[in-house]
């Protein structure tokens, strides 16, 4: 059986709670440097390497301390993770915080009985510290984005003739699409540029496909296998690609395939659905149509559109952005929000999770939920600079209305609230994140 711990009184967890406390008797723990990549154990004194590989790690807390982390996968930091965890069980015990699971507890059961202790986002805290380290590993993604852009001092040749590219990297790439045909991806997705660029020369330089990944005796050979296999592009099953795009740090634990699959499985799902035949009316130019935030129903015309969810979801756009005060990005943000939510089938006001379109569509319905938006802060993030469907036409049919005072607006910097600023600082004292 399991009981769990700290969280009885899990409403009255505030983000707060993650606040590191000013004591002096803190644990110093500068050493645990992410660019080192060492992780001490949260009881001793042992160290692990966990950038290659997290099971030894693992498997000592569990031999040696019947302690196991949940959804390790979903750790987008996995050193500040740990330092943080080996600060706050200094400082209460275990059992503040962890659910105890009991081993060989009924009379029948032979073996030791023994006390397992499971740390997982069931507890707010470490709920908020996943999401705090997901968005600052985000944050600092979309700002060496920018700084790649800004940064007028790249020269580099191309991987497959003598041309010389300087000034923005992006040229490049361009270059390699359109004159190679090699595709590696859109531009403003590729991030980590020239080391990314360094490790297909790398296999070039070796003779090795950048897509079979099989070696080749001679230049010329490799040459002409992928042009003939058509094997001009990267390997979309090598994950040490991963790090090189945008899309990967998205969300917690899920790269390029898992959210293209969503997407797929969302689309196969509403062509199922008792509702499909209301998109049986799309013209032929149906990558032109826009379709509602809220049910299948779409039109080429954006008034249309707007009418539609005003007088059916009582969903107006058009208040809703004079009353926020919301600018062309704000827009952007919050529709790219609900389209995640409505795909997840989340309600975006009260979080309640359900199975179907029909199903969430109901519950906001009746609850009313459609026409409310929850505070800023949960929506207005970097993450949603990014559609949820890459053919949203709604997001090109919104109007700039503000296009002049935006001109010198950075969209990649976000400003943290208070909360967040407050667990930043405490974090940084344990020199957890870079």
Known sequence: ?????????????????????????????????????????????????????????????IDEHKFLIADVNLISDFVGYIGYWKMRFSEQPI???????????????PGKQEDFYLLSDVLQEDKGL????????????????????????????CLFCWDVFEGNRMALIDHLSKDHSFAIG??????????????????????????????????????????KKQHKKVNPKNKEYDKYYIINYLEMGKNWEDVRAEDDRDIAARSESPDSENWEDWDDDASANIVCLFCSYNSSEMSTMLSHMTQVHSFDLGVIKKTLDLNFYHQ??????????????????CREKYTSDDEIYKHMTEEKHISQIPDRKVWDQPQYFFPT???????????????????????????????????????????LLS
């Open 186 to 227: 859109r531009s403003d997705n590729i991030v980590f540029v020239n080391e990314f660029l360094d490790k297909l020369q790398e296999k070039l330089d070796k003779l090795q496909c950048l897509y079979c990944e099989k070696t080749f005796r001679d230049r010329t050979t490799l040459k002409d296998h992928m042009r």
């Open 95 to 109: 059992t503040d915080f962890c659910s105890v699971i009991k081993t060989n507890c009924k009379q029948d059961n």
């Open 332 to 349: 952007i943000k919050l529709i790219n929000f609900i389209r995640r939510e409505m795909h997840q089938h989340s309600c975006f006001v």
């Open 1 to 61: 059986m399991a009981s769990g711990g700290g969280t009885s009184h899990k409403d009255d967890v505030q983000l707060e709670a993650l606040n590191l406390p000013e004591s002096s008797d803190s644990p110093d723990l500068a050493t645990e440097s992410v660019t080192t990549n060492t992780v001490t154990c949260v009881f001793c004194s042992m160290l692990f390497d966990a950038k290659e590989d997290k099971d030894p790690f693992l498997k000592h807390m």
């Open 130 to 157: 996943r999401e705090f380290l997901q968005r600052r590993r985000l944050d600092s993604i979309l700002l060496q984005l920018q700084k790649e852009r800004d940064d007028i001092n790249f020269k580099r040749r």
């Open 389 to 431: 469907y890459e053919n949203d036409t709604l997001l090109c049919a919104l109007e700039d209305d503000d296009n002049n005072e935006q001109e010198n607006t950075v969209v990649l910097a976000e400003d943290i609230d208070e909360e967040m600023r407050k667990l930043e600082d405490g974090l940084l004292l344990l020199n």
